[in-house]
């Protein structure tokens, strides 16, 4: 039914998009920004890669006239999460709006492309607005003008602007200095490697492209007379009981507010910003909305004697801007809780999200939802209140009343929230100000919160905010607390409290270790985490930890600065480093203040001086990345070598490239969604949908029943087996599809899919096989065929005779990781004459696509065109798990005659598709005393999941990459277990991330038992070149291919690896709750090239087109072969490459025209792919060269286009394929690298901060440096996900509970290391490889271990300090460390209770 928009007396909606009017009426009040640009404008930059506000994909600009300051407000907003309907009025400006290719780029477009700033570029334009939003608001500013080329914006706030913005291919570091290139107080020697100039040419901006502040005009002049206009609302229209279906109401004032509201017969949904549906995913309709966000009292911020009343709808940017800006006024001693509360605000959500989400809509979640509220926390912590509309009128209540009521009914209103000033002169108590005198105590005040992501992204584990007054013992002098609020939230509570039991026990008491011990137990029993929260005892120990933090310095007999009230300065002299700060003094230096300016390595902070800090202060410090790239740049094979810019990186940037969701709906396009099972094991007896699904678009259920006859039940297939498409009768694992819901629309699908009930029976069954042990007890393998099977190297029982000593059966466990490739699966099946299809794949494996449809379709593999263009990240998760999708379209397609297209939400993307493989494993090693290893032995499971996938290979690769060290002999037994759960498939590395990983534990542990330097024994362990062929095999090559020992010689010195080794130890020694650790290790990683198709045709104009079986996913291959074909043709003639460069295009894959694609997968496709393409190209040259040769008999110079020209006239075929077939005797050889990474870890928190990693690696002869170096970051980077961050969580059937943004964390820009330098060394030449080149898109993953390793090394130190103040219960040297090495898991080993064991000890010692 067409929908009614009540706004006043208009009933259409104008605003504009990227400058043009759009008008409209009868749309869906809950359609999306994000929704209505994707489907009707031909604006495609923006993506939606998770709909929940987690990922910066789909950022835009948004426009306001503020009718009151008569001037324009710009801001970024999640377009996914924005209502069509709130932005009458505004002006959306989309990246397609900053440039294009016909009209030219936007300097942020050429300068991401020209610093190799985006590789798949699904997060591309999503990081451009951001960052244009940034640089919009900075250039506003009154600051001074900046010179020509330059922003207003500082390097800080550009690393920033990017802040909330998921990438999974880059690393950032080129993002980051894509963004520093516009701040004014860049420095240019600074930027990374880019295409506008060589190192040592002089960086200067005049060669960038320029960026001219306000060129783009944000806000279109006619939008500027209709925002200016009367009120949108005619109070008249709500007079009689409104039932109309589909309504959104725009009331102006509260009188009108509460006439809607009181007229309403259906469920409503009030809205401020809508940013609660990225948290609760919303999945129901409302048909009535009533915008909160244009009632002038909810809108308003008030000033009074007191504090600030900001009105309910005032976003959470305003609050922060509001609050700084009077902390400007109020001088920063005075203003300082103030800005503690700005800055506790800035790490809520992103940027892009404050920016639209309200306070009040906040406070509500929290106080309605037990939302994990932040902003409650703080609030709470200075005594705020707030005010409430109810049926009965307006109560003023005190938030902690407010949290406490019974949870507020939907006819509630929130119409503001007072924050007190709390300035010396004013403090509060239970909601009330009083006015104090100057000679009264004084206030201290801080906030905590303890999150995966320092600065923001990321719900906290625990918040906390303090406020406490202070004074002087009369008779000692000693600090006494005298009020106090202790407040603590998001740990599994309905809403934040105070812990009064605490502040009580505290009031008035001289504060000595006993007397905070008591506090802190007494704590322990208040913040108890409900039962189901995740982390329980963590959160507990954090509490602990911020009391500690927050008290330490005023604790008598504690080690560290004093705080002495009568001096405002801490009793050894300084009066800057305490975690807190009165009124009465400066504020401290590492407030968080984003300008700070960064620690970079421990060079530069030895941590001499570092006794006098506080153990708390790490936290609050932010620096801006930075990282040093070095390399040979050999132009010998112009254009191979050349750091050429990514081809398409401009239109990636600027939203016009094309991915599969990109292109236009065909017309009658059907869109499906899977229902998949919530059961390991059961009989599927019925899948019912929801009677509402039946009048919202839905069509028809797809499901095994409509495969075609001849066609088979087949979803996809590797080398050792297919797996079904649809469970048939009986569903085996949580996850499996068990049919496709055809519905008109997309949403309508998902919606349809999501509120389907499936009934399941599970009589006659055996109890599924949901772990590695059940799989093991029960026999449950899948057997690797004998060429995939690994070999024993030399006898174990042996070299363990030989051995000083032996360690038995110690165990380490790998967990999961996720692909997060930020466009989820996707498929456009259309078909087509003649019983034919085609589908239009983001696939890395085409081929096999076109064969799974085929066989399914029952219909011959010459009916199947499958087409991919281009994949949004891949990472081996578009292989075998894109086939299903693909499928599923194509067969639904087959069935309905018509096209039908599928885009998983984010949630069923990681519900029905699992990555890396777990593994439990335990080892039994022989060592010498010297640290020289003689045997290792390995019993390694494997979860494989339901299908055999790509599972019975990870044992070769596993041991592949063990083998990089000599373990004189090595033995392994792998079980690969078949469990009713996902199919683990290939990810990135697979199989050599977890064996390399094995290789250190290992390491390691021998270390830790011989109580040597870990680098040591890895030296000692390390291959000679005959070991190593014992070991490899052909593969390594010959001696002096063997350049590990060079690689890392190289990057002990690059690094200073020995002099920061020093003061690693030297700042241990002088810092309890932080502790740093440095780890290098190496990596040798076996790849294997695989025969590959390419095809090269010349046009009639000169212009090249080229085909090649592998797929861009981010990589870089279509930069290489278009390298490689420039290189190869021009050998007809001298220096003509670089004209030709520019002439040539890579085209989409398609199964039809090129066949035996094969997969794009294995680190080689790119090699691969160029040489095929070198050698048609060959064949191309050989045809021309008789002509050429004819041409220059009559002139000098022959051109590119005069050879063509008589090419076709004499009719020569200017198309060339060929199948490259590499030579058995050159199919493998082994790749080289080695990172050292330094972090620091935060005792009290378990957090970890990577201040620098430096890594060289041999690339060989690079074919493009530029693109190896991004994937040597890029992949370092998902490794450090794999290795610290990212948990897979399933719960006990095996359903994927950390299925979103909201739960599973992969790296941002603040989690990356600080300082990040990468030497890319060229080995040389090697005939067995292309061109010389070497592979990066996998190995360098490898190098994050060295992350890892640092931790423990961290984690060792904290222990080592442990054992001696901790008398019970010694941690043993060595102590297991599993992956990933999760902020809590971190905690956990450094000792949840090492604050309490700490306190302890210094009350047993007095
Ligand atoms: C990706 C992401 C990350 C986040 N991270 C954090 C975080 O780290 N810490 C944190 O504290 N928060 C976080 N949030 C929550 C965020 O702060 C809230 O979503 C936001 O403040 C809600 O404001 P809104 O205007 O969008 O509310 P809406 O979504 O418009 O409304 C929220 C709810 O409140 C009701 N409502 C809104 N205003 C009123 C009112 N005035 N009176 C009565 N009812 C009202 C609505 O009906 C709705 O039920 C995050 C959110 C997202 C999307
Ligand atoms: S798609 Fe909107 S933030 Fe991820
Ligand atoms: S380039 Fe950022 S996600 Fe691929």
Not at 250 to 265: F, G, K, R, W
């Amino acid at each position: 039914m067409a929908s009614t928009v009540v706004v006043g007396s208009k009933e259409k909606l104008v605003f504009a998009v990227n400058g043009e009017r759009v008008e409209l009426s009868g749309v869906d009040p809950s359609t999306t920004l994000l929704e209505f640009l994707r489907l009707q404008t031909p604006y495609k930059g923006a993506k939606l890669a998770c709909g929940e506000g987690g990922c910066g994909a789909c950022v835009v600009l948004i426009s306001k006239y503020d009718r009151q300051r008569k001037q324009v407000e710009d801001f970024a907003v999640s377009s996914c999460l924005t209502l069509l309907y709130s932005l009458d009025g505004c002006s959306i400006t989309t990246t397609e709006g900053l440039g294009n290719c016909k009209d030219g780029f936007h300097s942020i477009h050429e300068r991401f492309a020209g610093f190799h700033a985006s590789q798949c570029g699904y997060c591309t334009p999503g990081m451009c607005m951001s960052l244009f939003s940034s640089l919009v608001n900075a250039d506003k500013s009154s600051r001074p003008d900046p010179a020509p080329g330059f922003s207003k914006l500082t390097v800080s706030e550009a690393e920033s602007a990017i802040a909330g913005n998921l990438c999974r291919c880059t690393g950032y570091r080129p993002i980051v200095d894509v963004c520093k290139s516009f701040a004014q107080d860049v420095d240019m020697e600074d930027l990374g490697l880019n295409s506008f100039w060589r190192k040592g040419e002089g960086a200067d901006v005049k060669k960038l492209p320029m960026y001219i502040p306000n060129e783009i005009c944000t806000f279109p002049d006619f939008l500027r007379c209709y925002s200016s206009g009367p009120p949108l609302v005619n109070t008249s229209t709500f007079e009689n009981k409104i039932s109309r279906k589909d309504q959104w109401f725009t009331p102006s004032s509260m009188v009108e507010l509460t006439n809607i509201m009181e007229s309403m017969t259906e469920k409503m949904e009030l809205v401020a910003g809508n940013t609660s549906s990225g948290v609760f995913k919303r999945m129901r309709y409302f048909h009535h909305y009533i915008d909160l966000t244009h009632i002038p009292e909810l809108l308003r911020i008030r000033r009074d004697d007191y504090g600030i009343e900001f009105g309910a709808t005032v976003t959470i940017s305003k609050v922060i801007d509001t609050l700084l800006g009077e902390e400007m006024v109020l001088g920063s001693e005075r203003g300082l809780v103030f800005r503690k509360i700005a800055n506790h605000l800035n790490k809520v959500a992103s940027k892009y999200v404050r920016n639209t989400a309200s306070l009040g809509g906040n406070l509500i979640m929290a106080q309605r939802k037990q939302f994990p509220s932040d902003i409650a926390t703080v609030l709470l912590g200075v005594g705020s209140c707030i005010k409430l509309q109810t049926s009965t009128g307006q109560l003023t209540l005190s938030l902690e009343e407010f949290l406490e009521m019974p949870p507020c009914s939907c006819n509630m209103i929130l119409v503001s929230v007072h924050i007190p000033i709390c300035t010396q002169e004013k403090s509060i108590n239970n909601g009330i100000i009083h006015r104090r005198n100057a000679k009264e105590p004084k206030l201290i005040f801080e906030t905590y919160r303890a999150a995966p992501r320092p600065h923001g992204n990321a719900i906290a584990y625990l918040n906390a905010a303090f406020l406490v007054e202070v004074s002087n013992d009369k008779l000692s002098g000693d600090v006494v607390p005298e009020r106090l609020r202790l407040v603590f939230g998001a740990y599994g509570t309905k809403h934040a409290v105070r812990a009064t039991k605490v502040e009580e026990f505290l009031a008035g008491r001289i504060l000595t270790p006993p007397a905070l011990l008591e506090a802190i137990q007494l704590l322990q029993k208040i913040v108890v985490p409900e039962a189901g929260t995740p982390f329980p005892a963590y959160r507990s120990s954090l509490a602990a930890s911020f009391l500690f933090a927050f008290l330490h310095p005023l604790v008598k007999g504690l080690e560290g600065p004093k705080w002495n009230i009568g001096s405002n300065r801490c009793c050894d002299g300084t009066n800057t480093d305490a975690p807190f700060c009165d009124f009465g003094t400066k504020c401290s230096n590492y407030s968080r203040s984003n300008n700070s300016q960064p620690e970079l390595s421990m060079n530069l902070d030895n941590g001499r001086t570092s006794s006098t800090k506080s153990p708390y202060e790490h936290i609050e410090r932010v620096n801006v990345m930075s990282g040093r790239q070095v390399m040979d740049i050999h132009n010998d094979c112009y254009a191979i070598g050349e750091p050429t810019k990514k081809v398409g990186a401009e239109l990636q940037a600027s939203g016009e490239a094309v991915y599969v969701d990109d292109i236009p709906s065909p017309k009658d396009c059907l869109y499906g969604a899977f229902v998949y099972s919530t059961k390991p094991l059961a009989h599927v007896t019925k899948i019912e949908l929801s009677s509402s699904s039946a009048s919202q678009g839905f069509v028809t259920l797809v499901s095994v029943k409509d495969i075609p006859k001849g066609g088979q039940n087949v979803g996809s297939q590797t080398l050792f087996g297919s797996e079904p498409l649809f469970a048939d009768d009986i569903t085996e694992f949580v996850g499996q599809p068990l049919g496709l819901v055809i519905a008109e629309t997309q949403k309508n699908a998902c919606i349809a899919a999501e509120n389907a009930s499936v009934y399941y029976d599970t009589a006659n069954l055996e109890p599924p096989i949901l772990t590695i042990e059940d799989a093991v007890l029960r026999s449950s393998f899948f057997h690797a065929p004998p060429f995939f099977v690994p070999q024993q190297i030399g006898c174990f029982s042996r070299g363990m005779s030989e051995a000083d000593h032996t360690i038995h059966s110690a165990e380490v466990n790998i967990g999961s990781q996720y692909y997060f490739y930020m466009e989820t699966q996707t498929a456009l099946a259309i078909p087509d004459e003649d019983n034919c299809v085609v589908v239009y794949s983001s696939t890395q494996v085409p081929e096999t696509c076109q064969v799974v449809v085929a066989k399914c379709l029952g219909i011959p593999e010459h009916n199947v065109r499958v087409i991919s263009r281009r994949v949004g990240g891949g990472f081996g998760g578009k292989a075998f798990r894109s086939i299903p999708v693909a499928t599923a379209c194509a067969l639904a397609a087959h069935r309905l005659r018509r096209p039908v297209r599928m885009y998983l939400d984010r949630k069923t993307d990681m519900t029905t598709v699992m990555g890396r493989h777990p593994m439990k494993v335990k080892y039994s090693v022989g060592f010498k005393e010297d640290g020289a290893i003689t045997a290792l032995h390995a019993d390694i499971l494997i979860d494989a999941g339901v299908s055999a996938d790509v599972s019975p290979v990870i044992p070769l690769a596993v041991v592949e990459a063990m083998k990089k060290y000599n373990w004189q002999s090595l033995s392994f037994d792998f079980k690969i277990c078949k469990t009713n759960s996902l199919s683990k498939s290939a990810m990135r590395g697979p199989g050599d991330v977890q064996g390399s990983f094995i290789a250190e534990t290992v390491i390691e542990h021998v270390a830790s038992e011989l109580r040597m330097e870990t680098h040591h024994v890895r030296k000692e362990n390390l291959h000679t070149f005959a070991s190593l062929k014992m070991f490899y095999g052909n593969s390594c090559g010959a001696t002096p291919d063997y350049t590990l020992p060079v690689v890392l010689d190289k990057l002990i010195e690059s690094s200073c690896f020995y002099s920061r080794a020093e003061s690693v130890r030297q700042f241990n020694s002088c810092n309890r709750w932080r502790k740093r650790g440095l780890s290098i290790l190496p990596i040798t990683y076996g790849v294997m090239l695989r025969p590959t198709p390419g095809k090269v045709s010349i046009l009639n104009d000169g212009s090249v087109v080229v085909e090649v079986g592998g797929i861009e996913l981010g990589q870089g291959l279509w930069t290489k072969v278009k390298q490689m074909t420039a290189f190869a043709l021009g050998n007809l003639l001298n220096d003509i490459s670089k004209e030709l460069l520019d002439r040539i295009r890579v085209i989409q894959a398609d199964t039809l025209s090129l066949v035996q694609g094969g997969y794009t997968a294995g680190s080689t496709t790119s090699d691969s792919s160029c040489e095929a393409v070198r050698l048609a190209c060959n064949v191309l040259v050989e045809r021309l060269t008789p002509i050429m040769v004819k041409l220059q008999e009559g002139v000098e110079i022959v051109s590119w286009d005069a050879l063509i020209l008589q090419a076709h006239r004499q009719m020569v075929n200017l198309s060339a394929s060929t199948y490259w077939v590499p030579h058995p005797a050159s199919l493998k050889y082994l790749n080289y690298g080695a990172a050292a990474s330094e972090v620091e870890v935060d005792l009290l928190t378990g957090s970890t901060t990577i201040l620098r990693t430096d890594i060289t690696y041999d690339c060989g002869l690079s074919l493009n440096p530029a693109v190896d170096l991004g994937q040597i970051e890029g992949a370092f980077v998902q490794g450090i996900g794999f290795f610290m961050m990212e948990k897979h969580v399933t719960d006990s059937d095996g359903l994927v509970l950390s299925n979103g943004t909201w739960t599973y964390k992969i790296p941002t820009v603040d989690t990356v290391p600080r300082q990040f330098n990468v030497e890319i060394l060229s080995s040389g030449h090697h005939k067995n490889r292309v061109l010389s080149s070497k592979a990066s898109g996998e190995p360098p993953l490898l190098l994050a271990a060295s992350v890892h390793c640092a931790a423990r090394e961290a984690i060792k130190a904290a222990r080592s300090d442990m054992r001696t103040y901790s008398n019970s219960e010694t941690p043993s040297v060595f102590f297991r460390m599993d992956t990933p090495a999760t902020m809590d898991y971190i905690k956990e080993l450094c000792g949840l209770d090492n604050v309490e064991r700490y306190l302890q000890s210094v009350i047993a010692n007095s």
